[in-house]
């Protein structure tokens, strides 16, 4: 295992070794004037007087950027010093990677309680730890000597983030709405979705006319800059794959939101004010019908807003659309069109077959066989079908695919029935009131 140590820390601006020998309280110590003043002069003398400080309204964006950028080692950005000795500098996590052997701990700057600058625009950036009523909270400053050097730095360090992409996730907990970035697990490309020919263009080319650089199908024809689709449909017939292959395909800003039982108006109101600044983007909603009953005329207020939309391409899964509030369909603005996403026909499924590697364990004749028995199959369901056969093959090694989906289909119907149990003693299976 290897562990990555980090440089030797820069000095501290604000220490509790007070020269007179007397002790610091809380309302001193975290002094917002003092620790800004102190900062600026920093500044000063490091590279010239001219510095001013700038009202942020872009979301957490620049943040996220500057923790990606001290994550990769990015040399365009310099840490000066530390704000205050009490209050943690380091931040350690363990990183995974393709070669085992690369794998281990990191340590590294954190973003809080430091003080970075990009000296190339001579942008600085400090988030400054202070005293709130719940404990401890942070105060965002962003310095810079012109409006033309924080423009430049903020296109280049959008850029960045869109040629190594992260994807926003937004999950609503107990104490709010929680903010991550986590990479792609995997790139999915658009001959991966297998669906309907007609359906499947529908989508990519709404979203390829949406991203557009010039936009002009929506100047020329007046169509608001805001599209929102509800895909839904059985599980497991590749809604999630699909919505992966726009994330992998498409040059924009990608984020997920989690619903929970604990969304609320606060956090729907968040999510579409940090999903504004991050646009144009997609934001996609899963389980869209989970959606708490006491924030939905919220929810559906916020969709019918002017502005808070705009720019954001909404996409909405769910399993089960009986679920889902009827007024998110009877008023254009909210989804422009939902799509069925059907489970495959033999075409469909005899190609996925195919795709996922069926022709290294079995001729074309039994494929196609496989194709015609597997109806109501899931893309998901063919996917096990592979799997096991996978495993025949490689135990016994031969495959006998008829009698794989024979038992697939048994244990399927098992499933819709409740009845498992065939010794005699058969009962229905579930959850019992008391237990």
Same mark, same amino acid.
């Given at each position: 295992?290897?562990? @990555?140590?980090?440089?030797? *820390?820069?000095?501290?601006?604000?220490?509790?070794?007070?020269?007179?020998?007397?002790?610091?309280?809380?309302?001193?110590?975290?002094?917002?004037?003092?620790?800004?003043?102190?900062?600026?002069?920093?500044?000063?003398?490091?590279?010239?007087?001219?510095?001013?400080?700038?009202?942020?309204?872009?979301?957490?964006?620049?943040? /996220?950027?500057?923790?990606?950028?001290?994550?990769?080692?990015?040399?365009?950005?310099?840490?000066?010093?530390?704000?205050?000795?009490?209050?943690?500098?380091?931040?350690?996590?363990?990183?995974?990677?393709?070669?085992?052997?690369?794998?281990?701990?990191?340590?590294?700057?954190?973003?809080? /309680?430091?003080?970075?600058?990009?000296?190339?625009?001579?942008?600085?950036?400090?988030?400054?730890?202070?005293?709130?009523?719940?404990?401890?909270?942070?105060?965002?400053?962003?310095?810079?000597?012109?409006?033309?050097?924080?423009?430049?730095?903020?296109?280049?360090?959008?850029?960045? $983030?869109?040629?190594?992409?992260?994807?926003?996730?937004?999950?609503?907990?107990?104490?709010?709405?929680? @903010?991550?970035?986590?990479?792609?697990?995997? %790139?999915?490309?658009?001959?991966?979705?297998?669906?309907? *020919?007609?359906?499947?263009? $529908?989508?990519?080319? !709404?979203?390829?006319?949406?991203?557009?650089?010039?936009?002009?199908?929506? @100047?020329?024809?007046?169509?608001?800059?805001?599209?929102?689709?509800?895909?839904?449909?059985?599980?497991? /017939?590749?809604?999630?794959?699909?919505?992966?292959?726009?994330?992998?395909?498409? !040059?924009?800003?990608?984020?997920?939101? $989690?619903?929970?039982?604990?969304? !609320?108006?606060?956090?729907?109101?968040?999510?579409?004010?940090?999903?504004?600044?991050?646009?144009?983007?997609?934001?996609?909603?899963?389980?869209?019908?989970?959606?708490?009953?006491?924030?939905?005329?919220?929810?559906?207020?916020?969709?019918?807003?002017?502005?808070?939309?705009?720019?954001?391409?909404?996409?909405?899964?769910?399993?089960?659309?009986?679920?889902?509030?009827?007024?998110? =369909?009877?008023? %254009?603005?909210?989804?422009?069109?939902?799509?069925?996403?059907?489970?495959?026909?033999?075409?469909?499924?005899? !190609?996925?077959? =195919?795709?996922?590697? =069926?022709?290294?364990?079995?001729?074309?004749?039994?494929?196609?066989?496989?194709?015609?028995?597997?109806?109501?199959?899931?893309?998901? $369901?063919?996917?096990?079908?592979?799997?096991?056969?996978?495993?025949? =093959?490689?135990?016994?090694?031969?495959?006998?695919?008829?009698?794989?989906?024979?038992?697939?289909?048994?244990?399927?119907?098992?499933?819709?029935?409740? *009845?498992?149990?065939?010794?005699?003693?058969?009962?229905?299976?579930?959850?019992?009131?008391?237990?």
């Amino acid at each position: 295992m290897t562990i @990555q140590f980090m440089k030797k *820390e820069p000095p501290f601006i604000v220490r509790t070794d007070r020269a007179d020998g007397g002790a610091l309280n809380a309302a001193s110590y975290f002094n917002y004037i003092s620790i800004v003043q102190a900062i600026v002069d920093l500044l000063r003398e490091r590279f010239g007087d001219g510095f001013r400080l700038y009202y942020q309204d872009d979301g957490n964006e620049v943040w /996220n950027g500057l923790e990606e950028d001290l994550r990769s080692g990015f040399p365009g950005v310099e840490h000066v010093a530390s704000l205050f000795d009490l209050v943690e500098t380091s931040i350690f996590e363990y990183t995974s990677d393709a070669d085992p052997r690369q794998n281990g701990y990191a340590i590294r700057p954190a973003v809080r /309680n430091n003080l970075f600058v990009y000296p190339k625009h001579l942008v600085a950036l400090a988030r400054v730890p202070r005293m709130t009523q719940h404990g401890l909270g942070c105060e965002d400053l962003i310095f810079c000597k012109s409006d033309e050097g924080l423009v430049q730095f903020l296109e280049e360090m959008r850029a960045r $983030q869109l040629a190594n992409p992260k994807i926003a996730v937004f999950t609503d907990t107990r104490d709010g709405l929680e @903010q991550t970035r986590e990479p792609a697990a995997y %790139a999915v490309s658009r001959s991966e979705v297998f669906m309907e *020919e007609e359906l499947k263009t $529908q989508i990519y080319r !709404s979203i390829d006319e949406f991203f557009s650089k010039d936009r002009t199908f929506y @100047q020329t024809y007046g169509i608001p800059y805001k599209r929102g689709i509800l895909l839904y449909g059985k599980p497991g /017939n590749g809604k999630t794959t699909l919505v992966k292959s726009i994330s992998s395909t498409t !040059s924009a800003p990608i984020a997920y939101w $989690q619903i929970t039982e604990h969304t !609320s108006s606060g956090s729907i109101k968040e999510v579409f004010e940090t999903a504004g600044q991050m646009a144009p983007m997609v934001l996609v909603i899963e389980d869209i019908d989970s959606m708490p009953a006491h924030c939905r005329s919220y929810f559906l207020n916020t969709l019918d807003g002017a502005t808070s939309k705009e720019g954001i391409y909404l996409i909405g899964t769910t399993n089960y659309p009986e679920k889902i509030d009827p007024a998110l =369909m009877n008023r %254009a603005g909210r989804f422009d069109r939902a799509y069925e996403v059907k489970s495959p026909n033999e075409a469909l499924r005899r !190609s996925y077959l =195919m795709h996922i590697g =069926m022709f290294r364990l079995a001729d074309e004749e039994t494929i196609d066989r496989a194709a015609r028995e597997t109806e109501g199959f899931t893309l998901a $369901q063919l996917s096990e079908l592979y799997a096991s056969a996978a495993l025949q =093959m490689h135990y016994e090694n031969e495959t006998d695919l008829d009698r794989l989906i024979a038992g697939m289909k048994s244990d399927y119907a098992k499933g819709r029935s409740r *009845e498992w149990m065939t010794d005699g003693q058969s009962r229905k299976l579930g959850f019992m009131q008391g237990e």
